[in-house]
């Protein structure tokens, strides 16, 4: 059974059309596809992120215990820094995604709350001798995120918070109107804007505020049709639909985003560094250009000749690129943009990711 934002009564009598994204029911669209992509291109959209799972580590070995299981450098985060960061099984495999955000006595996780429960009986599994206390916060709070060209604009207009200013992945508290709330340059959708946590029971008033001022500066809500192109236009994958415990870091292209390199043991490492030495994988996570109207489902095969070449993760209309674009696995002899492959019912080739406007291909 899916989970459920929130903010459903509020995104229902927007007329929005409820779909499952990150295991979560979330806004498909508000009936306006072209102007929620437009909003979040141009000005700025607000998203209801509400499939994160929120934890807490507190006690005085919470760095060193963090930084042994988990792949990013947490001993080098100063209050208000933040880091991306993958928890891995011995096998190397991704069972969670993690930001982790420095305070001053304590870290909090964000990750998504569909693999919520593992990830919890994961982290808490590696307590043994550590004096560290682990708090499952998913049911006190909840996030919503601002994206676009001017996010900065109404996060500074509600709060007051110098949001140009402040470097990538900072943090900081702040509060808007009366609500008091966690701002981070970031999102977990992976485009450029805020995101905000804040106490569920705060979020509707916190929705509102957010749209009115975004709306006034000609943005307003986005569903997650509208944010999916954009963010498959930028070359974002996303856990739970591109990437998940069936693939290793290098395969789905994040051992430069997510993992850190100077860092002592965690687990895991042993076979990221082994195929690191390698320098390649067999199978690797790649843009895709579909001809036609038609768009593969998730999990569609790919052929090259009669040979299954890979798979689909992701696909959606881009106005940008003016065709269906995606991500998907392939294996290495199809790596090279302009290599061509086939699914059931169309053509598909390599492409490069960001993608570039259609009168410039």
């Known amino acids: 059974m899916a989970l459920e934002t929130p903010l459903r009564e509020i995104h229902e009598r927007l007329g929005a059309r409820m779909g499952v994204r990150f295991g979560t029911l979330l806004p498909d669209d508000y009936g306006d596809f072209e102007g929620e992509y437009r909003r979040a291109r141009t000005a700025a959209a607000v998203v209801d992120t509400n499939f994160q799972m929120v934890a807490e580590l507190s006690g005085p070995d919470r760095v060193r215990y963090f930084n042994a299981i988990t792949t990013g450098n947490i001993p080098a985060l100063t209050p208000g820094q933040s880091t991306m960061g993958l928890l891995l099984n011995p096998q190397g495999h991704i069972l969670a995604e993690l930001r982790t955000l420095a305070t001053e006595d304590r870290l909090l996780v964000l990750s998504h709350a ?17 004096d560290v206390t682990l708090t499952d916060h998913t049911a006190k709070f909840g996030t919503l995120s601002v994206v676009g060209p001017t996010a900065g604009a109404v996060i500074e207009a509600l709060s007051g918070v110098k949001f140009d200013e402040m470097a990538k ?23 450029a804007g805020a995101a905000l946590l804040a106490e569920r029971g705060q979020l509707a008033e916190l929705w509102h505020l957010l749209a009115d001022v975004a709306e006034r500066e000609g943005g307003g809500a986005a569903g997650y049709q509208a944010i999916d192109a954009l963010r498959l236009e930028a070359g974002i994958a996303w856990f ?57 489902e998730r999990g569609a095969k790919l052929f090259g000749g009669e040979k299954e070449a890979g798979w689909v993760t992701s696909a959606a209309h881009s106005p940008l690129a003016g065709r269906g674009i995606g991500l998907g696995y392939l294996r290495r002899e199809f790596h090279e943009p302009g290599s061509r492959v086939r699914w059931e019912r169309g053509e598909a080739e390599v492409i490069e990711l960001p993608v570039k406007a259609a009168a410039s291909r």
Do not use: W
């Open 114 to 130: 569909m693999t919520g429960e593992r990830t919890i009986e994961t982290l808490d599994k590696f307590i043994i001798m550590d």
């Open 169 to 191: 992945g900072e943090h900081a508290e702040a509060k808007i109107g009366a609500i008091g709330c966690r701002i981070l340059r970031g999102s977990p959708l992976g485009l």
């Open 240 to 296: 739970g639909a591109d990437f998940d415990d069936r693939v290793i870091p290098h395969e789905a292209g994040l051992e430069q985003s997510h993992i850190s390199y100077v860092k002592g043991c965690y687990t895991g490492q042993e076979i990221v560094e082994r195929v690191r030495s390698r320098g390649q994988v067999n199978r690797r996570l790649v843009g895709l250009g579909f001809a036609g109207e038609a768009l593969p």
